[in-house]
């Protein structure tokens, strides 16, 4: 996976089913996934050792936080 090109775009056609995450690369050993959800509730979690990202490609995402 690592230092090949690729459109993100395209990639997305790989995935067929909502909120069911894709690895598609890994940077610094931190694998970069992308996953397709639509009107539906992520599960809280948190992580403790890692940051998380959200790309948004289309559409709109809504998240919400907890104090700590």
Known sequence: ?????QNLLDLFTGVNRYFSPKIVGEVN?????IVKVK????P?????????M???IKGRLKMEFKGS
């Not at 996976?1 to 090109?5: A, C, D, L, V």
């Not at 009107?39 to 992520?42: R, T, Y």
């Not at 979690?45 to 998380?52: A, F, R, S, V, W």
């Open 39 to 42: 009107g539906q509730d992520v």
């Open 54 to 56: 959200f790309y948004v």
């Open 1 to 5: 996976m690592t230092g090949n090109k």
């Open 44 to 52: 809280w979690h948190t992580h403790e050792d890692e940051d998380e």
């Open 29 to 33: 050993d931190v694998y970069i996934k």
